[in-house]
Each structure stands twice: as structure tokens, then as C-alpha cells.
T-cell receptor
Framework: GNSVTQMEGPVTLSEEAFLTINCTYT??????LFWYVQYPGEGLQLLLK?????DKGSNKGFEATYRKETTSFHLEKGSVQVSDSAVYFC???????????????FGQGTILTVHP | EAGVAQSPRYKIIEKRQSVAFWCNPI?????LYWYQQILGQGPKLLIQ????????DSQLPKDRFSAERLKGVDSTLKIQPAKLEDSAVYLC?????????????FGPGTRLTVT
């Protein structure tokens, strides 16, 4: 079945440091890939997405590239801020049709803490 | 546009008691999802509705969990009786049937603690 594996956390960085959170996936076919973010006390928010191989999703300074050859979708940001402190989830969605269209499969999440 | 609403935000119950959660999706969204997020894990889909019909409940523990979506709008998720391992955040999400894109909108969740 489909699965998503994220790097172990938590990740602690100083402000302006470079961020990488690794994500790899296992899926049949050609899934869409996502990064969701969960700020303290809030619900999940879509951060960025990519729907086909070699697509790059970007938002708020974060980027991730859909790499089919390595089945990866690593999240990067060149200079993190204290306000980026949150839990980040990598997820995939199967694109084939059928009744489960739209179902998201999530990784376990990575806690990011950014210190001033 | 109002987001996905959930209530209550927090609930503490003893094991073997019953509990119910409520979700009001974004207006016009035909697809509704309930996810269970155990501490330290990613959300796991429990059940998916299309309008008021169930399209995926393969991971719903049907001996104790039930869900309904009357009239294809609001939904309730019930646990009866609760077990300690049901302690988790229960997330509701919705998506428009007309938008074939990937966007799912999540509510703030209900944090359940079973003691």
C-alpha cells in the first residue's frame, strides 16, 4: 500500500539557518505530493504541493521538488524564522480514480523549533 | 469563507464512556473526511463521505466507532465505548466535489483524552 516516511525529529535550528526535512514515499502509480503544516493550537494547513514528477512546489519561502527517481519530496527553506516553528507533515494522494479519491496518506510529522 | 468547524475542541472522558464529535464542513463541500491523529503520528483516515454516503471506512473500528452525515452537510463521529488508545486528536476535513484539485481543508480538531 501507499506510505510516507519522514525524517526523525524534532529539529531545532537557530533563526536564519537552512532547513531540510526529508520525505520519501512508496506508492503505486503517480501520486500527488504535499507538505502540510500544523501551528500550535491550529488545524492542518496546506503549505505546498506538486502533482507530477519534477514539479516544484513553493510557498512562504519553502520549496519541495517531486523526485520520482528517488521517490522523494524533501522540504527546504533557506532561512528559517521563529514563526516557522510548527509540525510539518508530508503526505501523498493517489491520483487514480475510484471511491478513495482524495484520501491523504500522511507521514508521522516532524517537529521544528526555531530559536532566536 | 468560513472554514471547517469542529466541536468540542477538548474532551476528557473515562474509559468505557461514550463521546461524540461534531463537524460542519465548508459550505458546498460534498466530500468530508474524519482523521485520527495519535500523538507523535500523522493523521490516519477513519472515514470518507461523499455527500451523505460512505465511500471509505476501511480503517474505522466499527465495533466501537460510528459516523453519520445526515443531509450531506454536518457530520458526527461517535465512540462507544471508549478505550485508552482512543486518546487522540480527531480531525475533520472537507473538499469540494467540483474542484478536482487536491485541496482538503482541515478543521482545528477535537482533542480527546480517555482516562
Amino acid at each position: 500500500g501507499n506510505s510516507v516516511t519522514q525524517m526523525e525529529g524534532p529539529v531545532t535550528l537557530s533563526e536564519e539557518a537552512f532547513l531540510t526535512i526529508n520525505c520519501t514515499y512508496t506508492a503505486t502509480g503517480y501520486p500527488s505530493l504535499f507538505w502540510y503544516v500544523q501551528y500550535p493550537g491550529e488545524g492542518l494547513q496546506l503549505l505546498l504541493k506538486a502533482t507530477k514528477a519534477d514539479d516544484k512546489g513553493s510557498n512562504k519561502g519553502f520549496e519541495a521538488t517531486y523526485r520520482k527517481e528517488t521517490t522523494s519530496f524533501h522540504l527546504e527553506k533557506g532561512s528559517v524564522q521563529v514563526s516557522d516553528s510548527a509540525v510539518y507533515f508530508c503526505a501523498l494522494r493517489k491520483n487514480a480514480g475510484g471511491t478513495s479519491y482524495g484520501k491523504l496518506t500522511f507521514g508521522q510529522g516532524t517537529i521544528l523549533t526555531v530559536h532566536p | 469563507e468560513a472554514g471547517v468547524a469542529q466541536s468540542p475542541r477538548y474532551k476528557i472522558i473515562e474509559k468505557r464512556q461514550s463521546v461524540a464529535f461534531w463537524c460542519n464542513p465548508i459550505s458546498g463541500h460534498a466530500t468530508l473526511y474524519w482523521y485520527q491523529q495519535i500523538l507523535g503520528q500523522g493523521p490516519k483516515l477513519l472515514i470518507q463521505f461523499q455527500n451523505n454516503g460512505v465511500v471509505d471506512d476501511s480503517q474505522l473500528p466499527k465495533d466501537r466507532f460510528s459516523a453519520e452525515r445526515l443531509k450531506g452537510v454536518d457530520s458526527t463521529l461517535k465512540i462507544q465505548p471508549a478505550k485508552l488508545e482512543d486518546s487522540a486528536v480527531y480531525l475533520c476535513a472537507s473538499r469540494s466535489a467540483w474542484d478536482r484539485g487536491p485541496e482538503q481543508y482541515f478543521g482545528p480538531g477535537t482533542r480527546l483524552t480517555v482516562t
